[in-house]
């Protein structure tokens, strides 16, 4: 069991988009079950830094508090993560206790304010790969399609993804050189290819998916799956989607727009 | 209601992904085909020695379109993946210190081998075929090269690098082409390749040491 | 041809139902949302939504929904329209299966059902136990869709702060606030709808997201629109406690075979099964929540003699619940550490829901012309107390209602709000930049979220599960201490880019104004129904109570007047959960 006195947290913080960046330490009376959540709120009740200076309170993005939101994932130690479900027991257990735990905004995305990051980009990306089923209209026409429950048992952990951007955080190809829409969008590509419905415009998928930015810069390195707080196969579901394009390019190669 | 958002466009913009699944097939397909069946003629030399790898070396170049075959074949793909592959490595920003998992290890593994292979391969050419073409001095030329320990070691990194990113480079294409897509596929071809891996360096440390330590001519 | 516009102030579940149903007839719709849409709190929704499909041979039917959900809300909803939305509710549950809503299957892949509170027959659909995430996605990619083909305009990251009213009355659109930026902006249209949800954070720690303060709903209710219902809370009997929020354990864990126990004598005490034969574990969650707070509160036999007891699913098989409960598998044990496959959980009631809400028509427009209200933050559905799962229906159906009803509303405007209320706008702007620059500058000595909490826990201590008069009398005093405190507050934050200090303060008071309405509400109130219960009027009573309370916002407070409930449909009787519900099979004809 830890039990220190004070929570010890160092943050990357930033005044605003363009301004410089600058490290700012913190210490928290130390309670049990806390999580980073937590940490940052008691800061807020009582902005003062470790040097004991009045400052402004760290701002970052929170909602549900219970991993499913996605809206509060930062660099907690380096690790890209929801800092609702980051338990500071479990930090201290596993840093040691005296540990400076070290909060960061995602690397990836601009900044806004501290932690708190525009991922605009993510939802661009679901917009580029068109992941909807084009449905005739929001009115009722009957029952849906059939799925087997086997492919629901697949599909359905595709659907739980909360575009947090921990797998674009961890991506080597996901950065300001290249253009990778990034794991996240390409499977969700395969989950509405998997909809019975959505499998009748499954081209139209399959056609943004070999565009620029495309499935082919994933470089396998497979640290999207290792880092999914939903532990999504996101590395099957790119190869399974490699598949579904090849077989896509061969068609358009030899048969046109057939 | 107008549904512009989901009408299938012309496919003009997949050059991208043409040219990415290009560079991935032609690595295997001649590249690597070749690959073995260089390394298989250079182990003529575990027969006789000398003699044997040059009586294959002259019956090869009794075959007609040699040159062509070899500008076409061979030299064009490399030199089409070498290039490209500098771009897609420039791509990359690398964290495999950050996150130590053992893909991204093999990952920027097989970028920095890249880079390696590359001047190892212009050396490799320069000096055995495109400087001289006579058996007889490409041989000699090259058991000098293995007799000196510094040279020797340069050439061992550059075989193995070679070796690595040809083993790690069948693995991720297996993914890339969708040949292997479960857990199940992607951990027994991953274990299938470092076999892979360990056994051609081997094979091709074996040569190089076999013709280290034959008399030179 | 200008068709107008219609501005959607919240990007949940009702917001987003509304606006494909508006855009889908190509009327442009500018959303306002205080998140990304696709983070909006329908994702914490777990365990499912209503619809009597009646495809598990339980001869279930549309009466049967409908009579549970008015017995479960004891009578005090009006019938009317929750028999709209009990009828609409297949017809709904298909079409978001067709937009790809991955529910769970049956072997021959139709949509399975399972089992809830307050109910007999197997009438709940699901996915997992994400289904409000599921739903939410599924209309986020719709709204999606409609944006890329130009039919709509999200504004994520913005606040409404104020309505924009004009001469007449009538609503031409509103006010809001970038949270980066803090730029003020109107936003002019034709209708607005509010669709902003609950507001458990009044509560401090409840199952709601942040977001939920019910600031919005709040300003509807400062500018003139009664607030209808408030004291009407739903304390859901499944949380688990923590430092921040208190989590959901969804009642599909009871649905699905979870029991509820504590020791008593030396030997686990299946408290809920003993009281409750006919219903077992699946009473409805006022019942439910109450039972467990007499066990631990007033009897002492909370497990380890603190407030909880335990919810129990070990007995289960593991690949059982992992298919059926993944999600919650997953929070408890990431939250707790301990696997709930194998110890059973600890769990307490929790502010979960608020019946109550914007009065509404049954059109779901409110007193001011233009002005609607859909979702949680509407009132119309669930009367004293809701039944799970049916929160999921009433958001979406209260969409496809508020909808339409806003077009229909625009095609009858004589001018549209665009040619009429651009210096409207900018007089609204330029008050709200006042206020904005007074907040700004505010110094005292109050820390705003220290205040908050204080409050939070009064409201969690008095005005929750059991309600006495006493209490709420004093609760009222101090939450007027509490304004006058606000006026002390100290923006903490000196920053003028994203600055949340100033917007939660500016939060916090409407949260203050709302949390009168409900005290208030409930001191009025006496008379035990549904989530209301004093144990000084522990009965029902139609004859005085069998009314809606409105309240009405004046400079002084709530001023409460009520309004007759619709029971045109079923006779109101009295609610029992220790025996079989009886429908009267002759009213149902």
């Known amino acids: 069991m830890v039990n220190p006195q004070f929570i010890h947290l160092k943050v990357k913080r930033r005044s605003n988009p363009t301004a410089a960046p600058y490290w700012e330490e913190f210490k928290v009376p130390y309670q049990p079950n806390m999580n980073v959540v937590s940490v940052l709120m008691e800061i807020r009740k009582n902005p003062i830094n470790a040097k004991g200076e009045k400052v402004d309170p760290v701002v970052w993005e929170c909602n549900c508090l219970e991993e499913v939101c996605g809206a509060c994932t930062m660099l907690i130690n380096g690790v890209p993560r929801q800092s609702c479900s980051a338990l500071t027991d479990k930090l201290l257990e596993q840093y040691g206790e005296n540990n400076v735990i070290t909060l960061e905004p995602l690397t990836k995305f601009p900044v806004i304010r501290d932690l708190m990051i525009d991922r605009q980009l993510m939802f661009d990306n679901l917009k580029k790969v068109k992941a909807w089923v084009p449905v005739d209209g929001s009115w009722a026409i009957g029952r849906g399609p059939r799925l087997a429950d086997k492919v629901h048992q697949w599909a359905y952990p595709i659907s739980r993804c909360m575009t947090c951007g921990c797998c674009m955080e961890a991506c080597p190809n ?85 | ?18 040219i990415r699944r290009l560079h991935s097939l032609i690595a295997v397909i001649p590249v690597g085909i070749f690959v073995c069946v260089h390394m298989l003629l250079n182990s003529s030399v575990f027969i006789s020695g000398n003699e044997s790898y040059l009586a294959l070396i002259n019956f090869m170049k009794t075959a007609p379109f040699v040159v062509i075959l070899e500008v076409v074949v061979i030299a064009i793909p490399i030199i089409f993946h070498g290039l490209y592959g500098i771009y897609i490595v420039y791509l990359a920003k690398n964290n495999a210190l950050k996150y130590t998992y053992y893909r991204n290890w093999a990952f920027y593994l097989q970028r920095i081998t890249a880079l390696i292979v590359l001047v190892f391969l212009i050396w490799h050419v320069w000096v055995l075929r495109l400087s001289t073409h006579e058996p007889q001095l490409v041989i000699n030329t090259l058991a000098g090269l293995l007799h000196n320990p510094v040279t020797f070691a340069l050439y061992i990194i550059g075989v193995v690098a070679s070796m690595y990113h040809f083993a790690n480079g069948l693995f991720t294409f297996c993914i890339t082409w969708g040949i292997c897509v479960g857990d199940r596929s992607q951990k027994v071809f991953a274990t299938v390749a470092g076999a892979f891996f360990v056994l051609i360096s081997l094979f091709a440390i074996a040569i190089l040491v076999k013709i280290s330590i034959m008399p030179l001519a | 041809m200008n068709k107008g516009k219609v501005i959607v102030i919240g990007g949940g579940l009702a917001g987003l139902m509304a606006t494909m149903k508006i855009a889908e007839k190509q009327v442009p719709v500018d959303i306002i949302s205080l998140v990304p849409v ?6 914490c929704a777990q365990g499912g939504i209503n619809a009597a499909l009646d495809t598990k041979g339980d001869n279930d039917t549309i009466y049967d929904h409908f009579d549970d959900t008015v017995y479960g809300g004891d009578f005090l909803a009006n019938q009317t329209p929750v028999k709209g939305m009990v009828e609409a509710a297949p017809g709904l549950i298909y ?124 300003i509807v209710y400062q500018n003139g629109v009664p607030f209808s219902n408030a004291e009407f809370i739903q304390i859901h009997p499944t949380g688990m406690l923590g430092t921040d929020k208190t989590r959901l354990m969804s009642e599909s864990a009871r649905g699905d075979g979870g029991r509820i126990w504590t020791y008593k ?53 593991a690949d059982y ?49 233009g002005l609607f209200a859909a979702g949680e933050c509407d009132y119309m559905y669930h009367g004293a107390n809701r039944l799970g799962a049916n929160s999921l229906l009433s958001a979406l159906y209260s969409g496809t209602v508020a909808g339409p009803a806003a077009l229909k509303y625009i095609k009858g405007l004589g001018k549209l709000a665009e040619e009429t209320s ?102 009025n109130r006496n008379e035990s129904r549904g989530s209301h219960y004093k144990p000084d009027f522990p009965k029902r009573d139609d004859e005085k109570f069998l009314k809606t309370t409105m309240a009405q916002w004046t400079p002084n407070g709530p001023k409460f007047s009520w309004e007759e409930v619709d029971i045109s449909h079923i006779k109101p009787r009295e609610r029992n959960y220790s025996v079989d519900k009886k429908v009267d099979k002759e009213a149902s004809k």
């Open chain 3, 321 to 369: 619940l992992n298919k059926r409960l993944g999600g919650i598998m997953e929070i408890y044990e990431n939250f707790y550490g301990d696997d709930p496959r194998k110890v059973p959980m600890k769990i307490f009631p929790a502010v979960h829901y608020f019946m109550g809400g914007i009065h509404v028509d049954w059109n779901h427009m409110t007193n001011i012309p």
């Open chain 3, 422 to 523: 651009k210096s409207l706008g900018d007089a609204v702007v330029k008050k709200q930049l006042e206020i904005h620059n007074k907040l700004t500058k505010m110094s005292g000595k109050e820390n705003p979220y220290k205040l908050h909490e204080e409050m939070g826990e009064l409201m969690t201590k008095n005005v929750a599960i059991v309600r006495y008069n006493k209490a709420l009398a004093e609760t009222d005093v101090k939450l007027q201490e509490f304004q006058e405190r606000w006026n002390k507050i100290n923006i903490v934050d000196s920053n003028a880019y994203s600055n949340q200090t100033v917007m939660f303060a500016r939060q916090l008071k409407n949260m203050m104004e709302l949390a009168r309405v409900i005290t208030l509400g409930a001191l």
């Open chain 3, 265 to 317: 004598d030396g030997k686990p005490w299946y408290f809920l099964e003993e009281k409750y034969p006919a219903y077992g574990n699946l009473v409805p969650r006022d019942i439910a929540a109450r039972a467990i707070y007499d066990v631990c509160v007033i009897q002492g036999l909370g497990i380890d003699g603190k407030n909880q007891v335990y919810l129990d699913l070990s007995h289960l098989p």
């Open chain 2, 1 to 18: 209601m107008n549904r512009e958002g989901d009408r299938v466009l012309s496919n003009k913009n997949n050059s991208n992904f043409m």
């Open chain 3, 38 to 43: 696709k983070r909006s709190h329908s994702v």
């Open chain 3, 95 to 218: 079409a978001m299966d067709r937009m790809g809503v991955m529910f769970s299957r049956t072997a021959e892949g139709l949509l399975d059902l399972r089992l809830f509170g307050g109910v007999k027959n197997r009438r709940t659909a699901f996915a997992g136990a994400t289904t409000g995430q599921q739903l939410l996605y599924a209309c986020d990619e719709q709204v999606r869709r409609l944006e890329v083909a130009g039919y709509v305009n999200k504004y994520e990251g913005w606040e409404m702060i104020d309505l924009i009213i004009d001469d007449n009355g009538v609503c031409r659109g509103c006010v809001a606030q970038n949270l980066a930026t803090m730029e003020i902006k109107s936003f002019i249209g034709d209708a607005v709808i509010i669709a902003t949800g609950g507001a458990g954070m009044i509560f401090g720690k409840s199952t709601n997201s942040v977001i939920n303060t019910g600031s919005a709903a709040s």
């Open chain 1, 174 to 258: 996901v950065n300001s050189k290249s253009k990778f829409i990034g794991p996240a969008a390409v499977a969700q590509v395969r989950l509405f290819n998997a909809h019975p419905i959505g499998a009748m415009h499954k081209d139209m998928r399959l056609e943004q998916l070999v565009k620029k930015g495309g499935i082919q810069e994933c470089g396998n390195a497979q640290n999207c799956k290792r880092v999914c707080p939903k532990n999504i196969n996101l590395t099957a579901h790119l190869a399974a989607m490699n598949r579904q394009t090849n077989g896509y390019g061969f068609r358009q190669f030899l048969m046109g727009d057939k």
